[in-house]
Protein backbone atom coordinates (compact mmCIF):
# COMPACT_ATOMS: atom_id res chain seq x y z
CA UNK A 1 0.00 0.00 0.00
CA UNK A 2 1.43 3.38 -0.91
CA UNK A 3 1.03 6.74 1.15
CA UNK A 4 1.26 9.93 1.35
CA UNK A 5 4.42 10.59 1.72
CA UNK A 6 4.26 15.14 2.76
CA UNK A 7 2.04 17.51 2.53
CA UNK A 8 2.14 21.28 2.85
CA UNK A 9 -0.49 23.64 4.43
CA UNK A 10 -2.07 21.07 6.37
CA UNK A 11 -3.05 21.48 9.93
CA UNK A 12 -4.18 19.30 12.49
CA UNK A 13 -8.06 18.29 12.67
CA UNK A 14 -8.47 19.88 9.03
CA UNK A 15 -10.52 17.55 6.61
CA UNK A 16 -9.13 17.03 3.20
CA UNK A 17 -10.68 14.69 0.36
CA UNK A 18 -8.74 12.00 -1.16
CA UNK A 19 -9.28 10.08 -4.30
CA UNK A 20 -6.28 7.71 -5.97
CA UNK A 21 -5.85 7.69 -9.70
CA UNK A 22 -3.63 4.58 -10.80
CA UNK A 23 -1.35 5.69 -13.64
CA UNK A 24 1.17 3.58 -16.33
CA UNK A 25 2.25 4.53 -19.41
CA UNK A 26 -1.13 3.34 -21.63
CA UNK A 27 -3.11 6.33 -19.40
CA UNK A 28 -4.94 7.16 -16.24
CA UNK A 29 -7.62 4.79 -14.57
CA UNK A 30 -10.95 6.09 -13.17
CA UNK A 31 -10.51 8.11 -9.83
CA UNK A 32 -11.45 6.01 -6.82
CA UNK A 33 -14.49 7.85 -4.85
CA UNK A 34 -13.38 10.24 -2.91
CA UNK A 35 -12.60 9.75 0.50
CA UNK A 36 -12.50 12.48 3.63
CA UNK A 37 -9.82 12.32 6.31
CA UNK A 38 -8.70 13.99 9.19
CA UNK A 39 -5.19 15.41 9.51
CA UNK A 40 -3.09 14.19 12.41
CA UNK A 41 0.01 14.92 13.85
CA UNK A 42 2.60 14.12 16.57
CA UNK A 43 1.34 15.03 19.80
CA UNK A 44 1.33 18.59 21.19
CA UNK A 45 4.42 19.12 23.58
CA UNK A 46 3.21 18.69 27.56
CA UNK A 47 2.85 22.14 29.59
CA UNK A 48 3.20 20.51 33.03
CA UNK A 49 6.09 19.70 34.55
CA UNK A 50 6.51 16.28 36.49
CA UNK A 51 5.82 16.17 39.69
CA UNK A 52 7.18 15.14 43.23
CA UNK A 53 5.50 12.02 44.21
CA UNK A 54 5.39 11.38 48.19
CA UNK A 55 7.46 8.26 48.12
CA UNK A 56 10.33 9.74 46.72
CA UNK A 57 13.01 9.00 49.49
CA UNK A 58 17.10 9.69 50.02
CA UNK A 59 17.38 6.84 48.02
CA UNK A 60 14.83 6.62 45.13
CA UNK A 61 13.46 9.07 43.15
CA UNK A 62 9.40 8.50 42.15
CA UNK A 63 7.88 10.98 39.48
CA UNK A 64 4.40 11.49 38.37
CA UNK A 65 3.49 12.19 34.89
CA UNK A 66 1.28 13.02 31.97
CA UNK A 67 -1.49 11.54 30.89
CA UNK A 68 -1.59 14.00 27.89
CA UNK A 69 -4.94 15.72 27.28
CA UNK A 70 -6.45 14.13 24.55
CA UNK A 71 -7.33 17.54 22.86
CA UNK A 72 -3.09 17.22 22.47
CA UNK A 73 -2.38 13.92 21.20
CA UNK A 74 -2.35 15.38 17.61
CA UNK A 75 -5.51 13.30 16.90
CA UNK A 76 -4.03 9.65 17.38
CA UNK A 77 -4.04 7.67 20.64
CA UNK A 78 -0.50 7.97 22.50
CA UNK A 79 1.09 4.84 22.35
CA UNK A 80 3.89 5.76 25.19
CA UNK A 81 4.55 8.10 28.22
CA UNK A 82 8.18 9.03 27.79
CA UNK A 83 9.99 9.88 31.32
CA UNK A 84 13.42 11.33 30.90
CA UNK A 85 16.13 12.57 33.61
CA UNK A 86 19.09 13.84 32.92
CA UNK A 87 22.46 12.49 33.93
CA UNK A 88 25.36 14.94 33.37
CA UNK A 89 24.81 16.60 30.17
CA UNK A 90 22.18 13.62 28.93
CA UNK A 91 19.01 12.90 28.84
CA UNK A 92 18.50 9.27 29.70
CA UNK A 93 15.16 7.25 29.19
CA UNK A 94 13.58 6.36 32.98
CA UNK A 95 10.39 5.02 31.43
CA UNK A 96 8.62 4.92 28.04
CA UNK A 97 11.49 5.47 25.65
CA UNK A 98 12.47 2.21 24.25
CA UNK A 99 9.20 -0.13 25.32
CA UNK A 100 5.86 1.88 24.75
CA UNK A 101 4.46 3.16 28.32
CA UNK A 102 0.68 3.57 26.98
CA UNK A 103 -0.81 3.66 30.81
CA UNK A 104 1.51 4.12 33.54
CA UNK A 105 1.84 8.28 34.84
CA UNK A 106 4.61 7.57 37.17
CA UNK A 107 8.05 6.03 37.16
CA UNK A 108 11.00 4.78 39.62
CA UNK A 109 14.77 6.11 39.49
CA UNK A 110 17.09 4.18 42.11
CA UNK A 111 19.69 2.23 42.30
CA UNK A 112 21.43 0.65 40.34
CA UNK A 113 20.23 1.57 37.35
CA UNK A 114 20.96 5.05 38.65
CA UNK A 115 23.18 6.22 41.09
CA UNK A 116 20.66 8.64 43.91
CA UNK A 117 22.61 10.95 46.26
CA UNK A 118 20.58 11.49 49.35
CA UNK A 119 20.26 15.88 49.39
CA UNK A 120 20.77 16.07 45.58
CA UNK A 121 18.27 17.10 43.03
CA UNK A 122 17.38 15.56 39.60
CA UNK A 123 16.12 16.81 36.42
CA UNK A 124 13.38 15.70 35.04
CA UNK A 125 10.70 15.96 31.43
CA UNK A 126 8.23 13.76 30.01
CA UNK A 127 6.94 13.32 26.47
CA UNK A 128 4.52 11.76 24.99
CA UNK A 129 4.34 9.23 21.50
CA UNK A 130 1.95 8.48 19.31
CA UNK A 131 2.02 6.60 15.53
CA UNK A 132 3.31 10.20 13.75
CA UNK A 133 5.94 11.01 15.86
CA UNK A 134 7.03 11.84 19.66
CA UNK A 135 5.80 15.15 20.76
CA UNK A 136 8.68 18.22 22.21
CA UNK A 137 9.11 17.45 25.78
CA UNK A 138 7.77 19.60 28.99
CA UNK A 139 9.60 22.06 30.76
CA UNK A 140 11.93 20.48 33.32
CA UNK A 141 11.60 20.10 37.28
CA UNK A 142 14.23 19.49 39.53
CA UNK A 143 13.74 16.66 42.18
CA UNK A 144 15.19 16.85 46.01
CA UNK A 145 16.12 13.24 46.62
CA UNK A 146 15.41 13.63 50.70
CA UNK A 147 12.38 12.38 52.93
CA UNK A 148 10.62 14.27 55.58
CA UNK A 149 12.86 14.62 59.10
CA UNK A 150 13.07 12.40 61.69
CA UNK A 151 11.05 12.43 64.57
CA UNK A 152 13.02 14.82 66.88
CA UNK A 153 13.74 13.78 70.69
CA UNK A 154 12.03 15.06 73.09
CA UNK A 155 12.18 18.34 74.11
CA UNK A 156 14.41 19.96 77.46
CA UNK A 157 12.60 21.91 79.96
CA UNK A 158 15.11 23.89 82.63
CA UNK A 159 13.90 27.48 84.58
CA UNK A 160 16.41 30.27 84.01
CA UNK A 161 17.63 32.66 86.85
CA UNK A 162 14.92 35.18 85.74
CA UNK A 163 12.65 32.32 86.58
CA UNK A 164 10.96 32.09 82.88
CA UNK A 165 10.61 28.48 82.07
CA UNK A 166 13.07 27.48 78.72
CA UNK A 167 11.68 24.87 76.02
CA UNK A 168 14.59 23.90 74.26
CA UNK A 169 14.94 21.58 71.16
CA UNK A 170 17.31 20.13 68.46
CA UNK A 171 16.81 19.26 64.97
CA UNK A 172 16.71 15.31 64.06
CA UNK A 173 19.83 13.35 63.46
CA UNK A 174 17.96 12.69 60.10
CA UNK A 175 17.03 16.19 58.15
CA UNK A 176 15.36 14.27 55.53
CA UNK A 177 18.58 14.31 53.81
CA UNK A 178 22.49 15.40 53.32
CA UNK A 179 22.69 18.75 53.33
CA UNK A 180 18.67 19.41 53.75
CA UNK A 181 18.24 22.31 56.90
CA UNK A 182 15.42 22.48 58.82
CA UNK A 183 13.08 25.17 57.85
CA UNK A 184 10.55 25.40 60.23
CA UNK A 185 9.19 24.38 63.83
CA UNK A 186 5.82 23.95 66.32
CA UNK A 187 6.21 23.98 69.71
CA UNK A 188 3.49 23.17 72.07
CA UNK A 189 2.60 23.15 75.49
CA UNK A 190 0.75 21.19 77.78
CA UNK A 191 -2.78 22.69 78.49
CA UNK A 192 -4.52 21.55 81.34
CA UNK A 193 -6.75 18.83 80.08
CA UNK A 194 -3.72 17.00 78.98
CA UNK A 195 -3.92 18.36 75.13
CA UNK A 196 -0.86 20.25 73.65
CA UNK A 197 -1.25 23.79 71.77
CA UNK A 198 0.62 25.82 70.07
CA UNK A 199 0.72 30.15 71.49
CA UNK A 200 2.97 31.71 69.13
CA UNK A 201 2.94 35.28 71.27
CA UNK A 202 5.14 32.74 73.53
CA UNK A 203 6.81 30.36 71.07
CA UNK A 204 7.14 30.87 67.53
CA UNK A 205 9.36 28.54 66.31
CA UNK A 206 9.26 29.86 62.40
CA UNK A 207 11.01 33.32 63.48
CA UNK A 208 14.16 34.52 65.25
CA UNK A 209 15.33 33.98 67.35
CA UNK A 210 13.59 30.71 68.11
CA UNK A 211 14.25 29.56 64.78
CA UNK A 212 18.19 29.94 65.23
CA UNK A 213 18.49 29.01 68.75
CA UNK A 214 16.02 26.60 68.84
CA UNK A 215 14.40 27.91 71.99
CA UNK A 216 12.10 29.90 74.03
CA UNK A 217 11.44 31.74 77.51
CA UNK A 218 7.99 31.31 78.28
CA UNK A 219 6.84 33.30 81.45
CA UNK A 220 5.20 30.77 84.16
CA UNK A 221 2.43 33.90 84.88
CA UNK A 222 1.20 32.91 81.35
CA UNK A 223 1.03 29.88 81.62
CA UNK A 224 -2.07 29.91 84.26
CA UNK A 225 -4.15 31.88 81.49
CA UNK A 226 -6.19 30.73 79.34
CA UNK A 227 -5.52 28.42 76.81
CA UNK A 228 -3.39 26.68 79.58
CA UNK A 229 -5.19 27.46 82.48
CA UNK A 230 -2.47 25.64 84.74
CA UNK A 231 -2.03 25.95 88.50
CA UNK A 232 1.19 25.55 90.81
CA UNK A 233 2.95 22.50 90.63
CA UNK A 234 1.06 21.73 87.32
CA UNK A 235 3.73 19.37 85.15
CA UNK A 236 4.71 21.84 82.43
CA UNK A 237 5.34 19.74 79.52
CA UNK A 238 5.94 20.58 75.58
CA UNK A 239 6.09 18.80 72.36
CA UNK A 240 7.28 19.95 69.06
CA UNK A 241 7.50 19.19 65.15
CA UNK A 242 10.16 20.16 62.46
CA UNK A 243 10.01 21.09 58.83
CA UNK A 244 12.18 20.30 55.89
CA UNK A 245 11.62 21.46 52.18
CA UNK A 246 9.79 17.94 52.14
CA UNK A 247 7.06 18.34 54.81
CA UNK A 248 6.80 17.83 58.63
CA UNK A 249 8.06 15.22 60.88
CA UNK A 250 6.58 13.59 63.45
CA UNK A 251 5.86 15.23 67.12
CA UNK A 252 8.68 14.47 69.38
CA UNK A 253 8.14 12.37 72.34
CA UNK A 254 6.19 13.82 75.31
CA UNK A 255 8.17 14.52 78.25
CA UNK A 256 8.83 11.93 81.09
CA UNK A 257 7.12 13.62 84.29
CA UNK A 258 10.81 13.19 85.88
CA UNK A 259 12.17 15.47 83.55
CA UNK A 260 8.63 18.10 83.38
CA UNK A 261 9.19 21.18 85.28
CA UNK A 262 6.27 22.24 87.92
CA UNK A 263 4.55 25.77 87.24
CA UNK A 264 6.16 28.69 89.91
CA UNK A 265 4.21 31.19 91.19
CA UNK A 266 4.90 33.76 93.65
CA UNK A 267 5.05 32.96 97.28
CA UNK A 268 1.16 33.16 99.48
CA UNK A 269 0.71 35.54 101.77
CA UNK A 270 3.11 35.12 104.88
CA UNK A 271 2.15 34.62 108.20
CA UNK A 272 2.04 38.37 110.28
CA UNK A 273 5.27 38.78 112.34
CA UNK A 274 5.51 38.65 116.03
CA UNK A 275 7.61 40.39 118.71
CA UNK A 276 10.49 39.22 119.51
CA UNK A 277 11.52 38.21 123.42
CA UNK A 278 14.15 40.98 123.11
CA UNK A 279 12.09 44.06 122.59
CA UNK A 280 12.32 46.85 124.99
CA UNK A 281 12.30 51.26 125.14
CA UNK A 282 15.09 51.39 122.68
CA UNK A 283 14.70 48.63 120.07
CA UNK A 284 12.37 46.57 118.51
CA UNK A 285 13.10 42.59 117.68
CA UNK A 286 10.44 41.32 115.12
CA UNK A 287 10.67 37.66 114.34
CA UNK A 288 8.51 35.88 111.48
CA UNK A 289 8.34 32.41 110.71
CA UNK A 290 9.93 30.98 107.43
CA UNK A 291 7.19 30.11 104.88
CA UNK A 292 6.71 26.33 104.39
CA UNK A 293 7.35 24.75 100.80
CA UNK A 294 3.28 24.40 100.44
CA UNK A 295 2.95 28.37 100.54
CA UNK A 296 6.60 29.06 98.79
CA UNK A 297 4.82 29.14 95.37
CA UNK A 298 6.97 25.84 94.04
CA UNK A 299 10.36 27.03 94.44
CA UNK A 300 12.88 28.31 96.91
CA UNK A 301 12.18 31.91 99.29
CA UNK A 302 14.99 33.69 98.38
CA UNK A 303 14.30 36.69 100.60
CA UNK A 304 12.01 38.43 103.43
CA UNK A 305 10.85 42.35 103.12
CA UNK A 306 10.03 43.63 106.21
CA UNK A 307 8.36 46.44 106.61
CA UNK A 308 7.40 48.98 109.35
CA UNK A 309 4.90 51.96 109.76
CA UNK A 310 6.39 54.80 112.23
CA UNK A 311 2.80 56.31 113.38
CA UNK A 312 2.49 58.13 110.67
CA UNK A 313 1.60 56.02 107.67
CA UNK A 314 4.41 56.07 106.02
CA UNK A 315 5.87 52.72 104.96
CA UNK A 316 9.87 52.17 105.34
CA UNK A 317 11.42 48.81 103.89
CA UNK A 318 13.61 47.68 106.57
CA UNK A 319 14.89 44.06 104.75
CA UNK A 320 15.06 42.48 101.25
CA UNK A 321 14.57 45.77 99.16
CA UNK A 322 18.25 46.41 97.66
CA UNK A 323 19.82 42.82 99.09
CA UNK A 324 18.07 39.79 99.61
CA UNK A 325 17.38 38.32 103.17
CA UNK A 326 16.85 35.40 104.66
CA UNK A 327 17.06 35.62 108.17
CA UNK A 328 13.89 34.46 110.39
CA UNK A 329 14.49 38.12 112.82
CA UNK A 330 15.06 41.84 112.27
CA UNK A 331 16.12 44.25 115.19
CA UNK A 332 15.19 47.72 114.46
CA UNK A 333 17.14 50.84 116.58
CA UNK A 334 17.33 53.67 114.74
CA UNK A 335 14.71 56.67 116.11
CA UNK A 336 12.78 54.28 118.15
CA UNK A 337 10.69 56.39 120.65
CA UNK A 338 10.31 54.60 123.61
CA UNK A 339 7.21 53.88 124.51
CA UNK A 340 5.64 54.41 120.47
CA UNK A 341 3.71 51.43 118.86
CA UNK A 342 4.76 49.89 115.38
CA UNK A 343 3.44 48.60 112.93
CA UNK A 344 5.18 45.63 110.83
CA UNK A 345 4.43 43.67 108.06
CA UNK A 346 6.26 40.68 106.26
CA UNK A 347 6.44 39.84 102.62
CA UNK A 348 8.22 36.67 100.81
CA UNK A 349 10.09 36.60 97.30
CA UNK A 350 11.01 33.83 95.43
CA UNK A 351 12.36 33.74 91.73
CA UNK A 352 8.87 34.43 90.74
CA UNK A 353 8.53 37.64 92.57
CA UNK A 354 6.90 38.97 96.06
CA UNK A 355 3.77 38.15 97.85
CA UNK A 356 1.40 39.79 99.00
CA UNK A 357 1.83 41.70 102.19
CA UNK A 358 1.25 40.13 105.46
CA UNK A 359 -1.65 41.39 107.79
CA UNK A 360 0.13 44.33 110.17
CA UNK A 361 1.45 43.25 113.53
CA UNK A 362 1.44 46.41 116.51
CA UNK A 363 4.50 46.20 118.88
CA UNK A 364 5.29 48.67 121.21
CA UNK A 365 8.89 50.14 122.12
CA UNK A 366 8.48 48.75 125.65
CA UNK A 367 9.94 45.88 127.85
CA UNK A 368 8.73 44.88 131.55
CA UNK A 369 9.21 47.06 134.67
CA UNK A 370 12.75 46.59 136.06
CA UNK A 371 13.06 44.44 138.98
CA UNK A 372 12.70 46.51 142.18
CA UNK A 373 16.51 46.05 143.70
CA UNK A 374 15.59 48.66 146.47
CA UNK A 375 14.44 46.69 150.05
CA UNK A 376 10.96 46.47 151.05
CA UNK A 377 10.20 48.21 154.13
CA UNK A 378 7.10 47.59 156.59
CA UNK A 379 5.93 49.71 158.94
CA UNK A 380 2.77 48.72 161.60
CA UNK A 381 0.08 51.64 161.97
CA UNK A 382 -2.52 49.94 164.25
CA UNK A 383 -4.11 47.10 162.85
CA UNK A 384 -2.48 47.76 159.63
CA UNK A 385 0.53 46.87 157.83
CA UNK A 386 2.29 49.19 155.46
CA UNK A 387 4.75 48.00 152.76
CA UNK A 388 7.07 50.83 150.80
CA UNK A 389 9.26 50.01 147.69
CA UNK A 390 11.26 52.66 145.37
CA UNK A 391 9.41 52.63 141.88
CA UNK A 392 11.43 51.15 138.79
CA UNK A 393 11.86 52.14 135.74
CA UNK A 394 8.46 51.67 133.94
CA UNK A 395 10.12 49.38 130.43
CA UNK A 396 8.18 52.62 128.42
CA UNK A 397 4.93 52.31 129.85
CA UNK A 398 3.00 53.36 132.61
CA UNK A 399 2.99 50.73 135.42
CA UNK A 400 -0.65 50.04 136.29
CA UNK A 401 -0.16 48.38 139.25
CA UNK A 402 2.17 46.33 142.22
CA UNK A 403 1.94 43.00 142.79
CA UNK A 404 2.57 42.17 146.89
CA UNK A 405 3.44 39.21 148.31
CA UNK A 406 4.08 37.89 151.95
CA UNK A 407 3.92 34.84 153.84
CA UNK A 408 2.15 32.95 150.82
CA UNK A 409 -0.73 35.66 150.48
CA UNK A 410 -1.02 37.85 147.05
CA UNK A 411 -2.83 41.54 147.90
CA UNK A 412 -3.16 43.16 144.29
CA UNK A 413 -2.92 47.12 144.51
CA UNK A 414 -4.70 48.76 142.45
CA UNK A 415 -2.90 51.91 142.34
CA UNK A 416 0.70 52.46 141.07
CA UNK A 417 3.17 54.94 143.43
Known amino acids: MNTIVSA ?8 IQVRVTAVNVQGSS ?10 KVRPHA ?74 ETYTFRWSA ?11 TVGILAASVPGTPSATILSVL ?32 DGTYVEDTSLCDGSIEPALSSRSCEVPFSSLLLDPFLLTQGDLVKAKVQVKNVIGWSNFSPIVLDVDAKGVQVVP ?30 GTAITSYGLQFDQGNSTWTQLTGSSTDYLALTYTHTASVVVGTTY ?74 E
Open 343 to 416: SFNLRAKNVQGWSPYSDATQITAASVPDDILTAVTTSLSGTKVMFTWDIPFNGGLAIGSYTVQFVGTSINSTSA
Open 268 to 297: LKPNAPTRGSGTNSTQIVVDWTAVSTLNNG
Open 30 to 39: IPSDLNTIAV
Open 161 to 192: ANGNLQITWADPLDTGGTGVVITDNIVTIIKK
Open 46 to 119: PTATPTRNALTSQTQLVVDFGPLDPLNNGGSVVTSYILEMLVGVTWTNVIGGTVDNPSTYVATATAPTFTIISG
Open 129 to 139: RNIYGTSDPSP
Open 8 to 15: TNLTEGSS
